[in-house]
C-alpha cells in the first residue's frame, strides 16, 4: 500500500511526503514513492497521517453486558474513531480478574480482528478491594495493565501490595482516584450547578486525596503509578509536584474534562453524568494547561457505553459514563489543537506515543520498520455529532450536535485497512 | 402560566408567579368563605404520584384538584420501588395511557419531575423533587407574604434551617428574588451548599445578621438523619446555636411573621412560643397551601383549553 502526497505526523515534525506500508509494516517515508504494480495506493492529498491512535481507558462491557457494547462494537467504534490499540477496562462480568476473562477477550478481538485490544486485569478479586487477583496469571494471559477501575482500593496496605506485587511482572496499576466517603453517593461537581439543580455534589477533595495518596505510594516505595482521567485543577497540581520531584506518576485525562464543564448538567442530560464528575472552568483550563505542560501525559476517552434504559431515567439513577471513541479525536483535535494549546506533533503524543511508552506497547510512532498502525483523517472537515450514526451501541454523548473538526478517513492496523469511510 | 407544566420557580417568570400568586388570593378568600365549589377542572382527573411520605402536602392537592372538580386517585410508591420496580418513564406512560389530565409527582431524586414531563402529556406538577425545588410551597409561602403585607417587593426573608438539603429554600429563594424580596440564610455551614449567592441570597455570618431588619423569619425543618450524617452534634445543640427564639426576634423588624412548611420540630428550629405566638403564620400557611395549588393546577388547566 503506497499513501501518497500525505502530510505525516512524526515525532518532531510535519511534512509532506509517501509513505509505503509493505507486510504490516511501514516500509518508507519519502518524496516521490513510485507505485509498483498491483499496490494499491490512496491518494491523501489535504489528508493527515497519524501515527494509529492509540486509547488506553475503554470498557467494551464483554463478558456481560453485550446490551451496552460487546467486543465486535466496541472495535468497530475504535476503527471509526481512528483508534489501532484499546486497552479494555476489567469491570466485566464475570470481572477480569483471572486469566480466563483474559484470554477470552483476548481470543474474541482476535475474532473480531479490527483493532488491537490489549484487556486490562482487575487488581483485586471481583473488585471487592480485598484480595488480590492473581496478577501474574493475567499478565501471561495478556494483561497489559492493572486496575480496580470505577473505584479506588480502599485499603492503603493492599494498594501498596499490589503495586509491588504488579511491579514483579512488570505492570502498573491504572488507578481511578475517588475517595468513596467523600463522593457519599455525589453524583456531579459539588458546587454552584449542584446547588442550583440540588444534585448531590461530590468534591474535588474526593478525587485529590486518593490521587495524593497513590502518589505518595508510589513514592515510597519508589515505583510507578499512572492516574486515571484526573478532572480537577488541584489534581493537576498534585501531579505536576510530584513529577517535579521525580516521583515516577503518569497521568490521563478525557476529552469530556478538557471540553465542558459542570454548567452542562443544569437540564438533568444523563448524558453528562460521569465519573469523575464535570467540574468547573478553572479545572477545564488547569487540565488544558497540564497537557500543555507535560503534567497530564496522554489522552484517553475512557469510552463507557450504556444502552438507552441505563441513561433514561432519574438523574441519581443513571449510568455513569459517555460513550467516547468515536468522538475523542475529533474533540481533542477541535479543542487542543485548533483552540492553541497542542500542535499536531504534540497530539501524537498524546493520543499516541504517550500512551503507548505508559503500558509499554507496540506502536507509537511513524517510524520505518514500525508497525503499521496509521490513522488518516481530515483535518479540514467539519461534521456534526450525531449518537445515531455511531457503531457502537452505546449513543450516549453530551456532544450531541457539537460540530467538530478532523474527519477519520482510514484506519490502517498492521497494514490492513480496517475502516474506510463511506463515500 | 406558559408551560405545560409546574416544574419549579426558577424557569418562571415574574408575570407568571403574580398571576398564580393573584388567582390564589382569590381562591383563598373563597375557601375562607366556605366555599368549596369550584368547576376549573370538571371532567379531569388527576393523580397524586408520591415516592415519599407527605400528608400534608399530598392532602392540599388532593384537597385543592378536588375542590375544582377533578377526579383524584393517589398512588403512594415507597422510594425503594423506585430502584427496584417500574422505572419512572414506564409509570408515567401507563398513566398518561389512562387519559389522566395531571400527574402530581413527589419524587427523592431531583429532575424526576422533569424527567416525567419530557416523557407524558398529561401536566405534571412537581411537589417536590429531592434537593431541587418545591414551588408549590414556595408559592403558598409567599401568598402568605403577599396577604399579610400585600406585597412581596422590598419585604426581607430570613431563612433558617437545613439549607443545604432544603427544596423549599432554593424554590422560595428564586420566587422572592424575581417578586423583588431579600433573603438572607443562615445554618451551621455543613447545611450551607455553595452558590447560593450567586443565586441572589445574602449568606450571613450569624443568625443575628440574617434575621436584622427582616418582616419574615422563615425555619426550615432539620431532620435527624442529618445529625447521624454528621452535620451537626444535636438537635440541643442545633437548638441553642442555631435556632430562632424569642431573644433573636428582636433582631427582626416588630412583629415580623414567623414561618415554616412544617411539619415543626417544636423546640428545634423554633421554640414553642414562637411557633404557637401571635405573628406565627404556620397554620395560615397551610390553607394558603390548597388555594395556591388551586390556582396552579386551574392555571395549567386552561392553558390546555386555550390550545
Known amino acids: 500500500m503506497l499513501i501518497k502526497h500525505a502530510e505525516i505526523v512524526l515525532k518532531n515534525s510535519v511534512k509532506v511526503a509517501d509513505l509505503r506500508v509493505e507486510q504490516g509494516r511501514i516500509a518508507r517515508i519519502g518524496k516521490d514513492l513510485r507505485p509498483k504494480r498491483d499496490e494499491r495506493v490512496i491518494e491523501a492529498e489535504g489528508l493527515t497521517v497519524f501515527p494509529g491512535l492509540i486509547d488506553i481507558h475503554v470498557h467494551l462491557r464483554e463478558p456481560g453486558f453485550e446490551r451496552k457494547e460487546d467486543i465486535a462494537s466496541g472495535c468497530r467504534a475504535a476503527v471509526k474513531g481512528g483508534f489501532t490499540q484499546i486497552?479494555?477496562?476489567p469491570n466485566t462480568e464475570p470481572v477480569a480478574d483471572n486469566k480466563v476473562v483474559i484470554s477470552y477477550i483476548k481470543n474474541r478481538a482476535k475474532e473480531v480482528n479490527l483493532c488491537k485490544v490489549r484487556p486490562i486485569g482487575a487488581i483485586t478479586k471481583g473488585q471487592k478491594g480485598e484480595d488480590l487477583a492473581p496478577i501474574g496469571g493475567m499478565k501471561a494471559a495478556g494483561a497489559v495493565a492493572i486496575s480496580e477501575d470505577g473505584k479506588s482500593v480502599e485499603n492503603s496496605k493492599l494498594m501498596a501490595n499490589a503495586m509491588q506485587y504488579a511491579a514483579d511482572f512488570g505492570l502498573k496499576c491504572l488507578c481511578h482516584?475517588?475517595?468513596?466517603?467523600?463522593?457519599?453517593?455525589g453524583v456531579v461537581n459539588e458546587g454552584y450547578f449542584s446547588t442550583l439543580t440540588g444534585l448531590k455534589g461530590s468534591l474535588r477533595a474526593a478525587e485529590d486525596i486518593m490521587i495524593a495518596r497513590e502518589i505518595c505510594l508510589a513514592e515510597s516505595l519508589n515505583l510507578p503509578v499512572h492516574i486515571c482521567h484526573v478532572s480537577t485543577y488541584s489534581g493537576v497540581q498534585l501531579i505536576r509536584e510530584a513529577k517535579a520531584r521525580g516521583v515516577k506518576v503518569t497521568a490521563e485525562t478525557c476529552p469530556h474534562y478538557f471540553t465542558l464543564t459542570d454548567s452542562a448538567i443544569q437540564n438533568f442530560d444523563t448524558d453528562t453524568k460521569v465519573n469523575p464528575p464535570l467540574r468547573e472552568e478553572k479545572d477545564r483550563l488547569a487540565v488544558i494547561e497540564g497537557l500543555k505542560d507535560g503534567t497530564i501525559d496522554c489522552i484517553a476517552s475512557d469510552h463507557a457505553p450504556h444502552h438507552r434504559d441505563d441513561k433514561n431515567v432519574e438523574y441519581d439513577l443513571a449510568a455513569f459514563g459517555i460513550s467516547g471513541l468515536e468522538t475523542s479525536f475529533a474533540l481533542s483535535y477541535t479543542q487542543l489543537v485548533k483552540?492553541?494549546?497542542?500542535?499536531?506533533?504534540g497530539l501524537a503524543e498524546k493520543m499516541s506515543a504517550s500512551p503507548a511508552a505508559i503500558l509499554s506497547l507496540e506502536g507509537g510512532s511513524l517510524e520505518e520498520g514500525a508497525a503499521a498502525d496509521l490513522t488518516i483523517v481530515d483535518l479540514n472537515e467539519e461534521w456534526t455529532v450525531d449518537p445515531e450514526t455511531f457503531v457502537s451501541k452505546g449513543k450516549n454523548t453530551p456532544f450531541k450536535g457539537r460540530k467538530?473538526?478532523?474527519k477519520v478517513k482510514y484506519t490502517v492496523v498492521d497494514g490492513e485497512i480496517k475502516y474506510e469511510e463511506e463515500r | 402560566m406558559k408551560e405545560k407544566d409546574l416544574l419549579g420557580l426558577l424557569h418562571l417568570s415574574a408575570e407568571e408567579i403574580d398571576e398564580i400568586l393573584s388567582l390564589g388570593l382569590e381562591m383563598k378568600r373563597r375557601l375562607k368563605s366556605g366555599d368549596k365549589t369550584g368547576s376549573a377542572l370538571a371532567g379531569k382527573s388527576a393523580v397524586t404520584l408520591f415516592y415519599e411520605n407527605s400528608t400534608r402536602t399530598r392532602t392540599s392537592f388532593e384537597l385543592a384538584a378536588k375542590f375544582l372538580g377533578a377526579q383524584?386517585?393517589?398512588?403512594?410508591?415507597?422510594?425503594?420501588?423506585?430502584?427496584?420496580?417500574?422505572?419512572?418513564?414506564d409509570t408515567g406512560k401507563t398513566l398518561d395511557a389512562m387519559k389522566n389530565d395531571f400527574i402530581i409527582i413527589r419524587h427523592p431524586m431531583g429532575g424526576a419531575p422533569k424527567l416525567l414531563a419530557e416523557t407524558v402529556k398529561a401536566h405534571v406538577?412537581?411537589?417536590g423533587d429531592g434537593m431541587n425545588e418545591h414551588p408549590t410551597q414556595a408559592l403558598l409561602d409567599m401568598l402568605t407574604m403577599r396577604e399579610n403585607f400585600g406585597r412581596i417587593e422590598g419585604l426581607k426573608v430570613a431563612i433558617l434551617g437545613d439549607i443545604r438539603h432544603s427544596r423549599v429554600a432554593k424554590s422560595n429563594l428564586f420566587g422572592l428574588k424575581k417578586l423583588g424580596a431579600e433573603v438572607s440564610m443562615y445554618a451551621p455551614r455543613t447545611l450551607i451548599p455553595e452558590g447560593l449567592d450567586r443565586m441572589g441570597a445574602k449568606i450571613c455570618s450569624s443568625r443575628e445578621e440574617a434575621v436584622e431588619g427582616a418582616d419574615v423569619v422563615m425555619g426550615l425543618r432539620i431532620q435527624l438523619e442529618r445529625q447521624k450524617g454528621g452535620n451537626f452534634p444535636s438537635l440541643g445543640e442545633y437548638a441553642k446555636y442555631y435556632g430562632a427564639n424569642e431573644e433573636l426576634m428582636k433582631y427582626a423588624k416588630p412583629g415580623a411573621l414567623v414561618m415554616h412548611p412544617g411539619p415543626v420540630n417544636r423546640g428545634v428550629e423554633l421554640t414553642c412560643g414562637l411557633i404557637d405566638g401571635e405573628?406565627?403564620?404556620?397554620?395560615?400557611?397551610?390553607l394558603s397551601?390548597?388555594?395556591?395549588?388551586?390556582?396552579?393546577l386551574s392555571l395549567l388547566a386552561k392553558e390546555e383549553t386555550a390550545c
Open chain 2, 72 to 89: 383524584v386517585v393517589n398512588i403512594a410508591a415507597s422510594s425503594s420501588s423506585v430502584q427496584k420496580g417500574e422505572t419512572l418513564v
Open chain 1, 339 to 345: 483552540g492553541g494549546a497542542l500542535s499536531l506533533c
Open chain 1, 87 to 89: 486497552c479494555c477496562m
Open chain 2, 279 to 286: 405573628t406565627s403564620r404556620i397554620e395560615e400557611q397551610v
Open chain 1, 404 to 406: 467538530l473538526f478532523g
Open chain 2, 289 to 296: 397551601g390548597v388555594a395556591v395549588r388551586m390556582a396552579v
Open chain 2, 125 to 127: 406538577v412537581n411537589a
Open chain 1, 177 to 185: 482516584c475517588e475517595d468513596a466517603s467523600l463522593v457519599g453517593g
